[in-house]
């Protein structure tokens, strides 16, 4: 039986797994949001929030250069995670004060990062973002909470730091493809967990327990 590949259809190199494959899409959205935060070479990065894309933003921003990379979050498990896959820097952030956290990220960096990108949506987050990231730099923010925040603005607008939306991503299935099959991006270390069709109620469960980047329900017997 012939099968033709639909027109925008990305195809995986030879070299990709099926489980690779299928962490496409957030890596397709780090790949979008660090070139939004103009990362490159020596770059010192914030990431803000060790969740899936806030961890694919953190393999993204090294394959592209940056030198070193501060993650935060409120979940030791996520932020271990991080250190393990590359991270230079980890804070728990919890009932941290924004200021505060932003004269850690300087201190420990020894200076302000060139770019913050914001993966969690709250107001906190990106009230670090703005206090931390260096004058003229970048912050993007890729977290979506609530509709309306109150945020530093004077602060962000008196050191021209560039405020970056990201929704999703254009065109960057093919980068994060070449990432991947040439190694620039090794995915194998971020946590997964398999289940077979039958177990699907265990698998949003699992799901839901926030302790995996992926979970994958196998239709057939492989899980």
């Known amino acids: 039986m012939s099968f033709t590949m639909p027109t925008f259809a990305s195809d995986c190199r030879d070299n990709v797994t099926m489980e690779e494959g299928f962490l496409l899409k957030p890596l397709s959205v780090a790949v979008h949001a660090c070139r939004r935060a103009n990362v490159c070479i020596g770059d010192k990065v914030l990431v803000l929030g060790a969740g899936p894309i806030g961890l694919v933003n953190l393999l993204t921003a090294k394959a592209m250069g940056a030198s070193a990379v501060f993650m935060t979050d409120i979940v030791d498990s996520r932020l271990n995670l991080g250190k393990t896959l590359g991270a230079d820097h980890v804070l728990n952030v919890k009932d941290m004060k924004a200021e505060d956290v932003a004269r850690k990220v300087v201190s420990d960096l020894g200076v302000q990062p060139d770019a913050a990108i914001e993966c969690t949506g709250a107001a906190t987050s990106i009230e670090t973002g703005i206090y931390a990231v260096k004058s003229g730099g970048t912050m993007v923010m890729i977290g979506l909470g609530a509709s309306r925040i109150e945020m530093p603005i ?15 991503y254009v065109n960057c299935y093919p980068t994060a493809i070449e990432m991947i099959s040439s190694g620039k991006v090794n995915l194998k270390g971020l946590t997964r967990a398999h289940f077979k069709l039958q177990e699907s109620l265990e698998a949003f469960k699992r799901f839901l327990k926030g302790d995996v980047v992926k979970v994958f329900i196998h239709c057939d017997d492989t899980a």
């Open 154 to 168: 004077v602060e962000a607008a008196t050191r021209e730091i560039d405020l970056r939306g990201i929704f999703r």
